[in-house]
């Protein structure tokens, strides 16, 4: 096994960054720094990196990326990109990059320095719970590009256990489960449903993301070259929050 892994500073689309930033290691290691910038860096034809693009709302995952990076944990060597706007930065992410000087010119000193000191995990604020997570997602690289039913169900099966294992650590059921693929071309394709009941029952979890892979293998003419697997419609199982919830 390599070293060297790829992880994902994203924040969940339409919620405040600072708030809902959290950082996922993507599936995989990589023997030496070139080999994980290459897969860090391979793009889409229209010029998005494919890695981060996971977490654009392609359809239901729903997280967007800060800044990516490859990082060796024996040496502490690191590579870090990050995302371009066309467009302009959005609003919500202005000011996060500047130093407290420019801050302080930008927003004044009382604005300004509340800025610099929030990005950093510095405040007098009173500690309030997180916004609730919207969903649990896992998604992989597999080992050959395949449309084949019962090596995607082998695989499906893996990350129906990693997704449920999380979702009852943090004692969640969920009513909405939904599948993607990432074809070799680098398109998308996802189907979902939504359960009666909210469960978090791997079984039950099992038995409807496999359907739905069914499902979406009708007609499928591109190998796949990425699998994914998301929950959401997440309720509490025990009914109330526990400490975690305020770190």
Not at 144 to 173: A, P, R, Y
Not at 175 to 193: A, C, H, M, P, Y
Not at 224 to 243: H, K, M, P, W
């Amino acid at each position: 096994m390599g070293d060297f892994k790829i992880l994902i500073l994203a924040y969940l689309i339409g919620h405040s960054p600072i708030e809902t930033q959290q950082t996922f290691q993507m599936e995989g290691w990589y023997k030496n720094m070139e080999e994980c910038k290459k897969e860090l860096l391979l793009q889409k034809p229209d010029g998005r990196y494919e890695v981060m693009n996971e977490f654009v709302v392609d359809g239901e995952f729903k997280w967007d990326w800060l800044v990516a990076g490859c990082k060796s944990d024996t040496t502490g060597e690191e590579f870090q990109v990050w995302p371009d706007y066309p467009k302009g930065k959005p609003k919500e992410l202005e000011g996060i990059e500047f130093d407290v000087f420019e801050l302080n010119k930008k927003f004044g000193r009382k604005t300004g320095t509340y800025i610099y000191n929030a990005v950093r995990g510095i405040s007098n604020n009173l500690v309030k719970p997180r916004p609730p997570t919207i969903q649990f997602s896992k998604i992989i690289t597999l080992k050959e590009n395949s449309k084949d039913l019962g090596f995607l169900s082998d695989n499906l099966k893996i990350l129906c256990k990693d997704v449920n294992t999380i979702s009852m650590e943090k004692q969640k059921m969920f009513r909405s489960i939904g599948i993607q693929f990432v074809n070799e071309d680098l398109s998308t394709k996802t189907k979902s449903r939504m359960l009666k009941n909210p469960t978090n029952s791997n079984v039950e979890l099992e038995k409807v993301s496999s359907q739905l892979l069914i499902d979406a293998l009708e007609n499928q003419e591109l190998l796949i070259r990425r699998l994914g697997l998301r929950v959401s419609e997440l309720t509490d199982a025990e009914g109330q929050s526990d400490i975690t919830s305020y770190f």
